[in-house]
């Protein structure tokens, strides 16, 4: 069976840091991951996706992710915070055996500081 | 062009009465997914068609619960009996199926419903 940890449930960074967002799943065979983005009072966009292409992936708004599956992780970064990416990050994993479900992590509030 | 629409955005009922929660997924998309997301939680899988058909309703919690989409489009899921742990937020995706083999779904804004 599938499942996705994220660690951390929220992450406090200053404008202007790192972003690291951690993602590890378990899977049996290659997945495809996801991360998605919630703003308050939205609903979820997608940032970007691994499809077993490229193990470096860039997305939207200057993050990108890199899918490592020595580590079966899929971590989410950003050079630098700025103030407008304070948000709720989701990373999820389907596979096409699970007739492509999304199985969720619990999601990383990231809080940004001036 | 036009995303993934629910209606209501917010419902509020008693305990007891039944409630439809109603997705228009994007124009042309043959999957549906209907999700559950409480507060502090990621989504949690409820349903999946594949035209009409539900092809999984394996995350339905119980017969409570149920879900259409006659005609291939619009999706309507059901609560009958609500009870106040069905509170949450109702988040509709839809996506194609096809030749990329990976699944990009596009959500709604959801539905958020508090039974009193």
């Known amino acids: 069976a599938q499942s996705v940890t994220q660690l951390g449930s929220h992450v406090s960074v200053s404008e202007g840091a790192l972003v690291l967002l951690r993602c590890n799943y378990s899977?049996?065979?290659?997945?495809?991951l996801f991360w998605y983005v919630q703003y308050p009072n939205q609903g979820l966009q997608l940032l970007l996706k691994?499809?077993?292409?490229a193990t470096l992936v860039k997305g939207i708004n200057g993050f990108e992710a890199e899918f490592k599956k020595s580590e079966t992780s899929f971590h989410l970064t950003k050079p630098s915070a700025h103030m407008s990416d304070a948000a709720e990050y989701f990373c999820?994993?389907?596979?096409?055996?699970?007739?492509?479900?999304?199985?969720w992590g619990a999601g990383t509030k990231l809080i940004i500081k001036p | 062009g036009a995303g993934v629409s629910q209606t209501p955005s917010n419902k509020v009922t008693e305990k007891g009465k039944y409630v439809e929660l109603r997705c228009d997924p994007i124009?042309?998309?043959?999957?549906l997914y209907w999700y559950r997301q409480s507060l502090g939680q990621g989504p949690e899988f409820l349903i999946y068609?594949?035209?009409?058909?539900?092809?999984?309703d394996s995350g339905l919690p119980n017969d409570r619960f149920f879900a259409v989409r006659p005609e291939g489009s619009v999706s309507t899921l059901k609560i009958q009996r609500t009870e106040r742990g069905d509170s949450a937020v109702y988040l509709c995706a839809s996506s194609i199926l096809g030749e990329n083999r990976y699944n990009e779904q596009f959500f709604g804004p959801g539905t958020r419903l508090t039974v009193l």
């Open positions: 124009s042309g998309h043959t999957a």
């Open positions: 999820a994993v389907s596979h096409e055996d699970s007739n492509y479900q999304l199985i």
């Open positions: 691994y499809t077993s292409a």
């Open positions: 899977s049996s065979v290659p997945p495809y």
């Open positions: 068609f594949q035209g009409t058909g539900a092809a999984d």
